[in-house]
């Protein structure tokens, strides 16, 4: 039995540069430079997704303490010396009034350049 020489093409291993020799689609050298590889780019994005929840719940924490002392308001400058990060938020629509609408989780609340107002929780 021949085997199609054709083919068989050199490449590059994705993880450590070296030359590879098999199949076209064939990406890495060895299984351990596919497990190095598929790891690394799967701590990134496990990584990236603490970030966030880690801001959002610190953005919620900090709504959560205006509803508790009954404030429906505060200024943006106020709220990011407590951590608020208004980059982060759940969920985001034109409010009435041509406002914008934000959500972190069941906390919402519009937003100005300057200052969040009528923080209030949507039940369901």
Not at 65 to 79: P, Q, Y
Request: charged letters at 30%; a positive charge.
């Amino acid at each position: 039995m021949s085997y199609k020489l054709h083919d068989e093409v050199e490449g590059t291993c994705l993880e450590c540069g070296s030359t590879i020799h098999g199949r076209r689609d064939k990406r890495f050298c060895s299984l351990s430079c596919k497990n190095k590889f598929n790891n690394r780019t799967q701590m990134a994005k496990r990584q990236m997704r603490a970030k966030v929840m880690a801001a959002l719940t610190g953005n919620y924490a900090i709504l959560e303490a205006l509803l508790i002392e009954k404030k429906t308001g505060a200024s943006l400058e106020d709220l990011s010396e407590l951590g608020f990060d208004p980059a982060y938020v759940t969920s985001h629509r034109r409010g009435r009034f041509s406002h914008d609408e934000y959500a972190c989780f069941d906390i919402w609340y519009y937003r100005t350049d300057t200052r969040i107002f009528n923080v209030r929780r949507k039940l369901p």
